[in-house]
């Protein structure tokens, strides 16, 4: 009898939720998970490149080690390079120089180069502590009469 | 009667308006840009970025997600980089990785010319087992 009258009590306290909610809250949960999915912060490699100069100083960049990318090889100071060991090639060349000057990289691209290539190589030569300096192939126009 | 809003829904009214203006805040938004990213070992977050600079997979140039022509580029961050000291230059720049040196390298040298802080974005790549 005493049992009966106990289990009575606890029905009444179970409430059922409003269904009408049910939606709202799987609305907010998808526009939580996509802001959440579209504000993911980018990542990326910082790179420095010192500012072109008009004035070419001839006497520093012979002084300069210089890289040569193409698609199909990598060329460092004249001597063909495979592509993996670029950084231990420049880290002997490198060995010595602690001018922030003398560890200058000039770095001349095929036009035909992919980013790929070109962010494999770079990034080698900053781990082996060059500072990568762009040198571009300037266009020259022809005017045919 | 009086009717009365229910204090309830203050709340996701609330969270609804934040969400809100989070999206707006975005204002560099180029998600609509179809571009594939190199990946690299050592990638670091990005924070506080000023400009984002995009080459597509069909080679055109973006600045903040409007296209524009390559000789405007380095014109166009000047004035958005203004004088902001350095640390707070940051130039997001995303290129696909089919790309070739022929278009990515002028971009290079358009925010070296305007003082930016070059950033390369990149996917982390997967370590080999």
């Known amino acids: 009898m005493r049992q009966s009258k106990l289990n009575l009590r606890r029905r009444s306290l179970l409430v059922e939720a409003p269904s009408s909610a049910a939606t709202d809250i799987a609305f907010i949960l998808i526009i939580f998970f ?18 072109s100069e008009e004035e070419e100083q001839k006497s520093k960049q012979s002084q300069n080690i210089e890289v040569s990318i193409s ?10 390079v495979d592509a993996s060991e670029v950084r231990a090639k420049l880290k002997t060349l490198l060995a010595g120089r602690q001018n922030e000057a003398d560890r200058v990289v000039v770095v001349q691209s095929a036009r035909s180069t992919p980013y790929l290539r070109w962010i494999a190589v770079t990034e080698q030569i900053e781990e082996a502590g060059g500072t990568v300096t762009l040198k571009l192939e300037k266009q020259k126009e022809v005017v045919i009469d | 009667m009086e009717a009365s809003i ?6 996701d009214i609330a969270f609804l308006l934040l969400i809100f203006f989070v999206i707006l805040a975005r204002a560099q938004d180029d998600s609509h840009l179809r571009w594939e990213p190199a990946s690299s070992e ?13 080459i597509d997979a069909d080679g ?18 000047t004035t958005i980089l203004g004088n902001n000291p350095a640390g707070r230059r940051t130039v997001m720049f995303k290129v696909d990785k089919d790309s ?13 010319q305007a003082g930016g802080e ?8 997967k370590k080999k087992k």
């Open chain 2, 60 to 77: 055109k140039y973006f600045l903040n997600g409007a296209q524009i022509e390559i000789g405007e580029l380095a014109g166009r961050l």
């Open chain 2, 118 to 125: 070059l950033v390369h974005i990149l996917e982390p790549e």
């Open chain 1, 71 to 80: 698609p199909g090889a990598v060329v460092v100071n004249g001597t063909v």
């Open chain 2, 6 to 11: 229910p204090s309830v829904a203050m709340g």
């Open chain 2, 100 to 112: 070739t040196a022929d278009l990515f390298e002028p971009a290079i040298e358009a925010i070296s």
């Open chain 1, 34 to 51: 996509l802001v959440c999915a579209s504000v993911q912060p980018d990542t990326g490699r910082s790179q420095i490149i010192p500012r």
């Open chain 2, 42 to 54: 050592n990638v670091v977050n990005v924070a506080n970025p000023l400009a984002s600079v995009v």
